[in-house]
């Protein structure tokens, strides 16, 4: 039996010991959440500012989640896709509401981020009928790691090693319309693009370059896909980023990848096509998964819709997000805030610690903040979260950017 509830740590070396090293060495020892906070095996409270990479977005067993989770677990658990279940036609019922999505759209469910894009990518080899090799993403794009999706993914240190990828995908330089312009012709299947780009700091696009990748797209008869994974399910005050029209310029995309805060802790993923002529890119028997649009999950996702919809989170996710800009903004080290709502890059200026010791003093002071480059602190709390809570967070941040 492991020790680690004595605070000797052991729990380092047994993770070490049976655990695979790509996540590195972990650092907390978690054992219990509730709402905006966790604990770890010795008992000590952290503020989750990160709330599992903008998963948990009604916070940490959140009753309505629990009850949702609980009460599916004892009824039904798992079929297989030869059938179909209550839970898994009203969440694709909700989630064709809430993208106020055309006749003919359609939901595939999987259970990841990685697995919504490949699907994604599998629809974009059909797009034109097939035969169109190209397939573009944008410098910076993070879309996950499984080989498919990870060929997408702009950073090296993640791909190189792992080459050759899927053929014919090709980045673009970030912002570039002219570039994207100069990409894409009638080869080009699909472009791939993050309204706001999260792992490479939360960046959103200058403006004019969504409505750009939509015009050039469909002048060429290519796919747009949007990958909505970490952006979408009320992060930026609307259901999804692109919704927004500060962030989406009215675009209307081919195909919509959600995963992370949609589950709102349990793995689910969706690829979402938008009107008939997207839905056929596949057909019966093209594509499949064992464990994808399974009765918890979906009972879980379609919990936290209507949870969102209740507590009015993407109106407090919009106006919460606003004063925190400006709070941070103002905080001695702070050189500039990126992102929407609740999905925020806090840019340190020069002189401030690297985003890595940064964190590592937050988490020692009892704050949970993902150093996402060496510059930038990611922020992407559960959308529940309270200013009354977030404000320690605010106190401690100066001295939290002071050397020592
Ligand atoms: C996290 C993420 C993914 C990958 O999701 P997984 O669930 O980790 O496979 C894909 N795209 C974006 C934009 C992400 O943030």
Same mark, same amino acid.
């Given at each position: 039996?492991? /020790?680690?509830?004595?605070?000797?740590?052991?729990?380092?070396?047994?993770?070490?010991?049976?655990?695979?090293?790509?996540?590195?060495?972990?650092?907390?020892?978690?054992?219990?959440?509730?709402?905006?906070?966790?604990? @770890?095996?010795?008992?000590?409270?952290?503020?989750?500012?990160?709330?599992?990479?903008?998963?948990?977005?009604?916070?940490?067993?959140?009753?309505?989640?629990?009850?949702? =989770?609980?009460?599916?677990?004892?009824?039904?658990?798992?079929?297989?896709?030869?059938?179909?279940?209550?839970?898994?036609?009203?969440?694709?019922?909700?989630?064709?509401?809430?993208?106020?999505?055309?006749?003919?759209?359609? =939901?595939?469910?999987?259970?990841?981020?990685? /697995?919504?894009?490949?699907?994604?990518?599998?629809?974009?080899?059909?797009?034109?009928?097939?035969?169109?090799?190209?397939?573009?993403?944008?410098?910076?794009?993070?879309?996950?790691?499984?080989?498919?999706?990870?060929?997408?993914?702009?950073?090296? %240190?993640?791909?190189?090693?792992?080459?050759?990828? $899927?053929?014919?995908?090709?980045?673009?330089?970030?912002?570039?319309?002219?570039?994207?312009? %100069?990409?894409?012709?009638?080869?080009?299947?699909?472009?791939?693009?993050?309204?706001?780009?999260?792992?490479?700091? $939360?960046?959103?696009?200058?403006?004019?370059?969504?409505?750009?990748?939509?015009?050039?797209?469909?002048?060429?008869?290519?796919?747009?896909?949007? @990958?909505?994974?970490?952006?979408?399910?009320?992060?930026?005050?609307?259901?999804?980023?692109?919704?927004?029209?500060?962030?989406?310029?009215?675009?209307?995309?081919?195909?919509?990848?959600?995963?992370?805060?949609?589950?709102?802790?349990?793995?689910?993923?969706?690829?979402?096509?938008?009107?008939?002529?997207?839905?056929?890119?596949?057909?019966?028997?093209?594509?499949?998964?064992?464990?994808?649009?399974?009765?918890?999950?979906?009972?879980?996702?379609? %919990?936290?819709?209507?949870?969102?919809?209740?507590?009015?989170?993407?109106?407090?996710?919009?106006?919460?997000?606003?004063?925190?800009?400006?709070?941070?903004?103002?905080?001695?080290? =702070?050189?500039? $805030?990126?992102?929407?709502?609740?999905?925020?890059?806090?840019?340190?200026?020069? @002189?401030?610690?690297?985003?890595?010791? $940064?964190?590592?003093?937050?988490?020692?002071?009892?704050?949970? =903040?993902?150093?996402?480059?060496?510059?930038?602190?990611?922020?992407?709390?559960?959308?529940?979260?309270?200013?009354?809570?977030?404000?320690?967070?605010?106190?401690?941040?100066? @001295?939290?950017?002071?050397?020592?």
């Amino acid at each position: 039996m492991s /020790e680690a509830t004595t605070g000797t740590a052991t729990w380092r070396d047994d993770f070490s010991r049976v655990l695979s090293p790509v996540f590195g060495t972990p650092q907390l020892d978690i054992v219990r959440g509730r709402g905006s906070y966790v604990w @770890d095996a010795d008992g000590k409270q952290y503020l989750d500012l990160l709330a599992g990479i903008a998963v948990n977005a009604l916070g940490h067993c959140h009753p309505a989640w629990v009850k949702a =989770v609980s009460e599916q677990a004892a009824t039904l658990g798992h079929i297989s896709n030869f059938f179909t279940s209550p839970p898994q036609i009203a969440l694709a019922e909700k989630i064709h509401e809430i993208l106020d999505l055309p006749e003919g759209s359609a =939901v595939f469910l999987s259970n990841s981020g990685a /697995e919504a894009n490949e699907a994604a990518l599998k629809m974009a080899r059909r797009a034109g009928g097939g035969g169109r090799p190209i397939i573009i993403a944008v410098d910076g794009a993070f879309h996950g790691r499984t080989m498919g999706a990870l060929s997408l993914t702009a950073k090296a %240190a993640y791909r190189e090693p792992f080459a050759p990828g $899927v053929p014919g995908v090709v980045h673009v330089p970030y912002g570039d319309v002219d570039a994207l312009a %100069a990409a894409i012709n009638d080869t080009t299947a699909a472009v791939f693009i993050e309204p706001i780009q999260g792992e490479v700091g $939360v960046r959103t696009h200058p403006a004019g370059y969504l409505r750009a990748a939509r015009e050039l797209t469909s002048a060429a008869g290519a796919l747009l896909i949007l @990958d909505e994974v970490q952006s979408g399910i009320g992060r930026t005050g609307t259901w999804f980023a692109h919704q927004d029209p500060a962030i989406g310029e009215g675009v209307v995309p081919d195909i919509i990848t959600s995963a992370k805060g949609l589950g709102g802790g349990m793995p689910i993923g969706a690829t979402i096509t938008v009107g008939t002529e997207n839905t056929g890119l596949l057909s019966a028997g093209q594509h499949g998964t064992t464990f994808g649009g399974n009765p918890i999950a979906c009972a879980a996702a379609l %919990a936290v819709l209507t949870t969102i919809e209740t507590e009015g989170l993407l109106d407090r996710a919009g106006r919460l997000g606003e004063q925190l800009r400006t709070e941070l903004a103002g905080v001695p080290g =702070v050189a500039g $805030v990126t992102g929407q709502g609740l999905l925020l890059g806090v840019e340190l200026a020069g @002189d401030s610690p690297d985003a890595k010791a $940064v964190a590592a003093r937050a988490l020692e002071a009892g704050f949970i =903040v993902n150093p996402v480059t060496p510059e930038r602190l990611r922020l992407a709390p559960p959308l529940t979260i309270t200013h009354e809570e977030i404000a320690p967070f605010l106190t401690a941040l100066p @001295d939290l950017l002071t050397h020592d």
